[in-house]
């Protein structure tokens, strides 16, 4: 009786060890079970162990490109018209608005100093010069020695520089137009006290425009400097101005869009302004390229792909694609017009799987 009591613990412990096991197999056989249910509903649906597809050759086509891309107009050229000498603006010739022709005066600065300056550095300059062409004849008769010649046409020198900068000082304080165009602003007023590179106003070039768009990787190398555009705006609905490809930026940015620039003509009778919207249509010209419906291609952009049924099975290639032409998808490479391309039933395929096509 004592070694049954002894013994009566161990054994109870034995028989709860031997149930947790039988719980624990039993759990792992339930989820086993499950695994192979997952596993079996990840498995297409197949009918008949094939899978029913709708196939499409691709076939080669002559499309007509044409590329519409948004962006902003700008003036070919912007300058800003600065002063290039100091004093106090006495008269101003132009407000915002105004149009001015190259050389037109913008400002006058006072010149009453200036030109004092300028009238003492022409009469040096008038002496110095025929002391020095009388030099000329002096040494020649050995009158003067060569030093005496030597300062004399130092004298000259430097009064010709004094000359010439006592002029250009006179001349600048007239400011003037360096471009025709139309005045956007002003930055002075009669009375202001100018310095040299002090802003005096802001003039665009209306007659030239450009427009910059951003094209993306695919199309970019597909255009070339001298392209003709229209460009289109909603102020003047179904009309277009003619532009020109005048540039292909080969530096992209991060969404990997390339700068092209696009330069214009305006039309007075129907003027564009410096930040206005429009729409440019690049024409690409009609080419002829190999196409497969756009439903076709598995996966994305970044890694295009397409199912093709080789003796009645579906391979997945990779392929390089260009454009979109309506339903159709430009095909660069990976594919030939022999190829049969899967055209619907993707959903259910996998690489290597059989396939069903119907006749």
Known sequence: MKNDRAHGPSVG???????????????????????????????????????PVTVAAPAFKTVQGELVLNGTIRAQNEVQVVA?????????????GSRVAVGDAIAQIDDELKRASFETAQAAFDKSKAD???????????????????GLKLAFTSSNAQYVMAKRDLENAKVTAPQSGVVTKTSVSVGSMLAPG?????????????????????????IKEGMAVKVASDLYPGLSFSGVVSGVSPKGDAALSFPVEIRMR????????????????IDLGSRRILAIPRAS???????????????????????????????DLEVLGGLNDSDEVVAS????????ASVAVPK
């Open 297 to 327: 291609l598995v996966g994305s952009y970044q890694k295009p792909q397409a199912y093709i049924v080789r003796d009645g099975v579906a391979k997945l290639v990779d392929i390089v694609i260009g454009g979109e032409f309506g339903t």
């Open 84 to 96: 290039e000498t100091s004093g106090k603006v006495t008269a101003l010739f132009v407000q915002v």
């Open 132 to 150: 020095w062409s009388r030099a000329q004849d002096l040494y020649a008769q050995k009158v003067i020695s060569d030093v005496d010649r030597q």
């Open 266 to 281: 305006a039309d007075p009778r129907r003027p564009l302004y410096d930040g206005m919207s429009a729409k440019a249509s």
């Open 345 to 352: 039933g993707q959903n259910n395929l996998y690489d290597g």
């Open 13 to 51: 412990a034995a028989m709860a060890v031997a149930c947790i096991a039988v719980a624990s197999l039993s759990v792992l056989g339930c989820q086993a079970g499950k695994g192979k249910q997952e596993q079996a509903a990840d498995k297409p649906q197949q009918q008949g162990g094939t899978v």
């Open 198 to 222: 002090a802003p005096v106003a802001y003039i665009v070039d209306t007659a030239n425009l450009k427009m910059t768009v951003q094209v993306g990787e695919r199309e970019v190398l597909k």
